[in-house]
């Protein structure tokens, strides 16, 4: 019986698998592995994808598979935020001509990997997509005039309205597509379609795609090996779809994988653990800030409506807490401007120090009572002004652990202050709803990623005017005509005016401060964990290793993580 | 018999279309705007574009007509066999998607619940009739089925893929593979399927074992059974009569099986991370995807009432009284 068994498992499996490739077939491609993707020469990354990947549009920058963009459609500039430096990558050079006039010239002999060229054309032809609604860029042609084509090779740009930290933002954030294979395209198709088989210009080409993973092949003829000396060292990358953290997490102590962008939590005690382990940070936090968690009011609601009641509920919060139990110190506390530490020379330290917040309950108490906020029945938690009750929620979506929990201790600071808050967990589909619409209490969100201006990050608070939904800014609906008049002037200042951006901003502090229409918590890491078992010489701030965000996250890649790939070292073969 | 089989088809359409009418609003009952989703993760800062998107969006999804239309071009989509767009893996289309999933979900589920409906009923009639086994042997699946599967499930996964290291977990296939017709490649294939596989093989066994057994020994205890031998027949003829009569039942619980056969799936996709259509269910009920919900529904309701109708055959085929019943005027 039990050999007969084994034959119809056999059997049956046998059939099975031919089921399979059957459906699958064709897409294999040309391995030179003959059938696999030999171990020394791939990449395997995860972290970034979650769910099957299915357009290769670099237009759609949210959901593009990963690596479309850096991989294959590359930008003008790249921005290293940790040096806060642009590098020429496909521009040669770019400068602003005089105050409204912005001209940038192309390298020679770039090429798509169709074997046409890149010239200017391409570069007004991206920049005039813009003029479409529905492209995330379409803010630019606010201020920009005009896109012309000076020669082979140059463009410029006349602006109406110099806004020199966006545009700074632009050229190195916006991946250049191919004009004469994008010209034809509608609206729909560029800001929806899925372009498959991307034409691009990067490192790496298109090779296959499945349900659970999106395959690179090296570009053999990359235009930066010649002229930027790099050269990528995978020979295939391979981005894994993910399930679970815990999936990703075994599957990178097994070696399967060689960076994760997970979120690990407990990667602490592992980095010590002899399990060939590396983060960019030897030490807690381990990995870089990557964005600013904020706690978000909802300033038209009482009794949020109050600057003392949210300075109160600020200094309520035990971050501290947070960032030793919730995340096992994988984060830092944030500065009370919410400016990432990449942006420290622009924090006003002594305005800081006088008009910053920390926690401590008795404050929060005394706050609380100065303004008037008294707890007339007895139960502990204080009332509104009018004798009403306050219940507040704030709101997280449900799944996300590390915020729910941080929710709970986030709520538990407040009762300890007097505070009635109790955490809520909506599926995440409501919550965006709700933050959005401004039917919130309170709620986190942490969008704003390291960036090249601290520009993003004012905006992002003081954004005007408020809309009947709100998209991308200013949840908390906070109406400042002053700041936001400030923020503008920001946007207008040159980039190199370090000065005149630092006495703007401290003056932006200065109302955020005293105004808190946001409360930032603490700083998401730029989640990263590498293994050492078969590429080395990943991002470190110590010793030779290159000092490069190590992430393939989207929109990372051209701000520095595409030398990453070059810097990598096949680990010594034991 | 046409009789018969018009008066069953009647009652499949019926049931057919009272099932894709709540598989149509169910999700529609879901909290949360998946239009406004998609245009929030596109991140759109002027009114306009969000407007413009949006516009786009509901005119694709077809949210900018009255409901009711919605709901007619809904069975028009059906027939035509287009489900529409999927919202989570915009821009794929939901059949594309669906049927991606469907060889690996059939090429477990299908595999599993016949070789162990098939295993489970031999080895239950030959436990009635072995006291050994039938002691010894079968309460280790009393157990086995008495356990909450998921939890067997993630129990094996750990024993028998990380500890021992037998099986890979997680995926179809390796990530460093290429698909193709390669010995390498089909390895791969089935030792990543075998865990999945054999955990829900033990589990369906144990439940037809314990099944069959139950069945056979009543059967044994029929008068017709004590008649039999009284006349002098043989004790193996005895109980292949007894086993006929007890195998009914257990065709009807199989047709069951079938029907339900990607409802089943879930739990042992996502603890083997098999990314089948019980995976797909679970990532479009997080991303209220209506139109992957709906299109996989559909092929939900296809499989029961498709299974219900080929169990219907079959016991007119296995069961001389369907047969007689049939017959007769009623």
Known sequence: MRNRWRYLVLLLSVGLAAACTGVDGGEGGDGEGGGSYPRAQTLFTSGTQWGAPVNWNPIMNWTYATGTVGLVYETLFLHDPLTGEFEPWLAESGDWTNDNTYEVTLREELTWTDGEPITAEDVVFTVNLGEMKSVPYNELWKFLDSAEAVDERTARFTFSEPRYQQWANWVYFSPIVPKHLWEDRSEKDVTAGANENPVGSGPYKYEAHDQDRQVWVKNDDWWGKEALGLDVKPRYVVDLVNSSNEAALSQLLAGEIDLSNNFLPGIADLVKGGYKLHTYFSQAPYMLAANTTWMVPNTTRAPLNDPAFRRALANSVDVGKIVNSVYGQIVSPADPTGLLPIWDEYIDKAQVDRLGYSFDTNRAKSLLAQAGYRDTNGDGLVENKDGSPIELTLATPSGWTDWNESARVIAEGAKAAGINLTSETPADTVVQDIRESGDFDLILDNQRQMDNTPWRYLEYVFGLPIRESQTTVNYGRYENQQAWDLVNQLDATKIDDRAGMKAVISRLHRIQLTELPMIPLWYNGLWSQASNSVWTNWPADSGDAPRLVPTMWRGYLQRGAIKMLAELRPAEQQ | ?330
């Open chain 2, 1 to 330: 018999m046409a009789r018969y089989f018009g008066r069953k088809l009647l009652i499949y359409a019926l049931t057919f279309f009272v099932a894709v009418t709540i598989n149509w609003l169910i999700p529609r009952f879901m909290p949360g705007d998946p239009v406004r989703a998609m245009v929030a993760r596109a991140g759109l800062q002027t009114p306009e574009g969000v407007a413009a998107m949006r516009e786009y969006y509901s005119s694709l999804f077809g949210f900018d007509v009255p409901v009711w239309q919605q709901y007619l071009n809904f069975w028009g989509g059906i027939l035509r066999g287009d489900l529409g767009v999927s919202l989570l893996a915009f821009p794929e289309p939901v059949t594309s998607l669906i049927l991606g999933a469907v060889p690996l979900t059939l090429g477990l589920l299908i595999p599993a619940i016949l070789l162990s409906w098939w295993a489970g009923n031999k080895f239950g009639a030959y436990a009635a009739r072995k006291k050994v086994l039938d002691n010894a042997v079968l309460p280790v699946w009393y157990v086995l089925t008495a356990t909450p599967y998921m939890w067997l499930a993630i129990l094996m996964a750990w024993a028998l893929g990380k500890v021992a290291g037998l099986f890979p977990v997680g995926r179809p296939y390796s990530a460093s593979l290429v698909p193709e017709w390669s010995w390498l490649f089909i390895t791969d294939l089935v030792s990543h399927w075998f865990l999945p596989f054999l955990s829900l093989f033990l589990v369906a066994f144990g439940g037809w074992a314990i099944g069959m057994r139950n069945m056979v020994i009543y059967e044994l205890e029929a008068d017709y059974a004590h008649y039999l031998s009284s006349l002098g027949a043989p004790p193996k003829l005895v109980r292949r009569y007894a086993f006929r009569n007890a195998l009914l039942p257990q065709i009807t619980g199989l047709a069951l099986q079938l029907g339900v056969i990607v409802g089943g799936a879930v739990v042992t996709e996502i603890v083997f991370d098999y990314r089948g259509l019980g995976y797909l269910v679970l990532e479009a009920i997080k991303a209220t995807d209506f139109f992957l919900l709906q299109g996989i529904f559909l092929f939900i309701v296809i499989g029961v009432l498709l299974a219900n109708f080929v169990i219907d055959i079959v016991y007119v085929l296995v069961d001389p009284r369907t047969r007689a019943g049939m017959g007769g005027d009623r």
